[in-house]
């Protein structure tokens, strides 16, 4: 079974940091760009990043850009997002996809073999 798992969210204060992590079991991810987004209650799914398989094709949100950093380990099949410098609207929960057809953007619809999420809450 295709299968993607977030880990890392937990509870921080603001201007902290946390790793996520994006473990895929069932299938191999090397050859798929995979996403990174978060949803906050009320509010639209958001593409926060992606990186291309290659990890040549690198992106992100403007309002994570400067504090959050995409990397992926092919030989782990993990895909991690590093993200520093919290801030209160950081807060979300965070799920990562697979784009097997190279779309290489942020936009959900493009996005297949979604995760059941981490929670990331940024509180003082």
């Known amino acids: 079974q295709l299968q993607l798992v977030e880990s890392g969210g937990d509870l921080v204060q603001p201007g902290g940091s946390l790793r996520l992590s994006c473990a895929a079991s069932g299938f191999t991810i090397g050859h798929m760009t995979i996403g990174w987004f978060r949803q906050a209650p009320g509010k639209e799914r958001e593409g926060v990043s992606y990186?291309?398989?290659?990890?040549?094709?690198?992106n992100y949100v403007e309002s994570v850009k400067g504090r959050f950093t995409i990397s992926r380990e092919n030989a782990k099949n993990t895909v991690y997002l590093q993200m520093n410098s919290l801030k209160l609207e950081d807060t979300a929960m965070y799920y990562c996809?697979?784009?097997?057809?190279?779309?290489?953007?942020?936009?959900?619809?493009?996005?297949?073999?979604w995760g059941q999420g981490t929670q990331v809450t940024v509180s003082s």
């Open positions: 990186i291309s398989s290659t990890g040549d094709k690198i």
């Open positions: 996809a697979a784009d097997p057809l190279g779309y290489n953007g942020l936009r959900p619809g493009y996005y297949t073999s």
